[in-house]
């Protein structure tokens, strides 16, 4: 049973469109990351978002944590194709320090 | 600052042999995470060490197991591989936990590149 199911789990999309990729689960978490993997790389940490409800930015990249702390999502204005990759929300359960990770979502920007 | 190096970063093994699979940490952070990724899925948890000790193991069998040195750097052993072993192998290394707005953020994970193993 998969814990975080992200959505779309692919995307593709013309350069300079906006897009949101979403990160849903049953439970709550302590805490929620971002991260996104290039082919042959290991994931990059994007961002960690801690309370309900709070908004992250960074650069054109827009971060949100749901109230309930059960869900995220990650908002993309005017893409780039330098922001192809895979997309991954990891959380850290309450009683529980393992970091689950979402489905992914894999995003191709068309130049 | 050097970042968390994996090493080596392909491998083929075929079935029935046995692997070692090598991470060091960021300098200063202690703890360590393995994580198994197969293509096109998000990476599965398989387990930390914190301070040379086993903090947490995921849903893998015994064939795998850790360790982790006193430098902190750590290896992971796979027995008996199977076909299905075939897959990224992700290292992560950790900071002690931040706080942010008064919540601690705990588990914030840094990876290595990976290595690629391919069991025929």
């Known amino acids: 049973t998969q814990l975080l199911e992200q959505s779309p789990q692919f995307l593709s999309i013309q350069e300079g469109e906006n897009l949101t990729v979403y990160c849903n689960s049953s439970?709550?978490?302590?805490?929620l990351q971002w991260y996104r993997q290039e082919p042959g790389e290991g994931p990059v940490l994007l961002v960690t978002?801690?309370?309900?409800?709070e908004v992250k930015k960074l650069k054109r990249l827009t971060f949100q944590f749901g109230d309930a702390r059960k869900d995220s999502s990650l908002h993309i204005t005017a893409a780039q194709p330098g922001d192809t990759g895979l997309y991954l929300c990891?959380?850290?359960?309450?009683?529980?320090?393992?970091?689950?990770f979402g489905t992914g979502t894999r995003l191709t920007i068309i130049p | 600052d050097a970042g968390v190096t994996q090493s080596p970063t392909h491998l083929i093994k075929t079935r029935g042999q046995q692997v070692t699979l090598r991470c060091s940490p960021i300098?200063?952070?202690?703890?360590v995470s393995w994580y198994q990724q197969v293509l096109g899925q998000g990476p599965q948890f398989i387990f930390q060490?914190?301070?040379?000790?086993?903090?947490g193991r995921g849903n893998f069998p015994d064939r795998f197991s850790a360790r982790q040195f006193p430098n902190y750097s750590s290896e992971l052993n796979v027995n008996a591989l199977l076909l299905g072993d075939s897959a990224l192998y992700l290292c992560?290394?950790?900071?002690?936990?931040?706080?942010?707005?008064?919540?601690?953020?705990?588990?914030?994970?840094?990876f290595g590149a990976g290595t690629r193993l391919s069991v025929l």
């Open positions: 992560a290394s950790s900071p002690q936990p931040r706080t942010y707005g008064g919540r601690i953020a705990k588990n914030i994970q840094y």
């Open positions: 439970s709550v978490f302590s805490s």
């Open positions: 978002v801690v309370t309900g409800g």
């Open positions: 990891a959380g850290v359960p309450f009683g529980n320090e393992k970091l689950t």
């Open positions: 300098s200063g952070h202690k703890s």
């Open positions: 060490y914190y301070e040379k000790e086993e903090r």
